[in-house]
C-alpha cells in the first residue's frame, strides 16, 4: 500500500509559477511510476504529466514546455514544477502511483493503482 500526499498548490498571478510535490509513504516511491494529473471545475481528470522508474518523461500537449516533472527516488517524491501559469491551469492537481515496467509511464487515470488526496492551484489573471 502506497499513501499519496500532494502539497505546494496556492494561488498564484498568470505567468507565476508553483512547485507542487508528491511525497510516498508505506513504500519507496523508486518503484512505481507517478503520474500528475488536474482536474478543473466542471471538466473530467486529465493528464499532465507522468514519470517512469527509469526517469523517462512526458507531459499532455498543453503544459509541454510549462511543466516538467522530476523524480528524487532517495526521498520518495517526484515534483511538479509548473511555469508559466495561465487561469486555464486553475484545478485540483493530483498524483498517482502504479507498479509497472521500467520504462512505462502510463496517461491515463484507468493505469493507476493509488491516489493522493490532490492539491490546488488558482491561477488569477
Known amino acids: 500500500q502506497v499513501q499519496l500526499v500532494e502539497s505546494g498548490g496556492g494561488l498564484v498571478q498568470a505567468g507565476g509559477s508553483r512547485r507542487l510535490s508528491c511525497a510516498a509513504s508505506g513504500r519507496t516511491l523508486s518503484n512505481y511510476a507517478v503520474g500528475w494529473f488536474r482536474q478543473s471545475p466542471g471538466k473530467e481528470r486529465e493528464f499532465v504529466a507522468g514519470?517512469?522508474?527509469?526517469?523517462?518523461?512526458s507531459q499532455a500537449d498543453s503544459v509541454k514546455g510549462r511543466f516538467s516533472i522530476s523524480r528524487e527516488n532517495a526521498n520518495s517524491v517526484v515534483h511538479l514544477q509548473t511555469t508559466s501559469l495561465t487561469p486555464e491551469d486553475t484545478g485540483d492537481y493530483y498524483c498517482?502511483?502504479?507498479?509497472?515496467?521500467?520504462?512505462?509511464?502510463?496517461?491515463?487515470?484507468?493505469?493507476?493503482?493509488?491516489w493522493g488526496q490532490g492539491t490546488q492551484i488558482t491561477v488569477s489573471s
Open positions: 498517482a502511483a502504479v507498479m509497472t515496467a521500467y520504462n512505462d509511464s502510463p496517461t491515463t487515470r484507468s493505469a493507476y493503482k493509488y
Open positions: 514519470i517512469s522508474r527509469a526517469g523517462t518523461t
